[in-house]
């Protein structure tokens, strides 16, 4: 089977060749798992880079709420991680959006996502420092939605812990 090598369109996606000697080294069930978060993250940087268009916003936001419902707690991470890096995305729309995804993220898997609840918090924190209102007024809803969720979860599950109680009173004050 020949593999055309595809154009880079963002230095975070792999080329089908690169794809190919890796996949090549790997036995075949870390090789389906490879694939997979391959093709998860590209389908989550895809629909990142669809927000900015006003035409394929919507969509954007549905397929990246599907891929969070979906999403296994392997997946989580990655998801994630795209996030993150998303702060230094130039468009205001992606921006805008990332701290809406990551409470919904946090609310939908709180169990796999409660490890993770400090470094969402900081980066969200990150995030109010942004110039643009259209920016912080997210923020401030996200941190308020963790909030009351990481209440809920302590209260329900005793699933709490110092440290995110700690990280989220830090990040209201």
């Not at 870390?30 to 694939?35: A, G, N, V």
């Not at 979906?70 to 994630?80: E, I, Q, R, T």
């Not at 702060?87 to 709180?110: G, M, Q």
Request: hydrophobic content about 35%; overall charge positive; charged content about 25%.
């Amino acid at each position: 089977m020949i593999l055309h090598q595809q154009q880079k369109s963002n230095s975070n996606e792999f080329t089908s060749t690169q794809i190919f000697k890796i996949c090549k080294n790997l036995k075949p069930t870390f090789k389906i798992t490879f694939l997979f978060m391959v093709e998860l993250k590209q389908r989550i940087l895809t629909s990142l880079s669809k927000l900015s268009n006003r035409d394929t916003h919507q969509i954007a936001i549905e397929d990246l709420e599907k891929i969070i419902q979906n999403l296994s707690p392997d997946g989580v991470s990655m998801l994630l991680n795209c996030l993150y890096e998303s702060i230094n995305d130039p468009k205001l729309a992606v921006k805008r959006e990332s701290p809406c995804l990551l409470t919904i993220i946090y609310a939908s898997h709180s169990y796999s996502t409660a490890t993770h609840l400090t470094k969402i918090i900081a980066d969200i924190v990150k995030r109010l420092k942004d110039s643009h209102s259209g920016v912080r007024e997210p923020c401030r809803d996200a941190i308020g939605a963790l909030s009351s969720q990481y209440l809920k979860d302590e209260e329900e599950n005793g699933r709490g812990s110092w440290v995110g109680g700690f990280a989220v009173c830090e990040a209201i004050v």
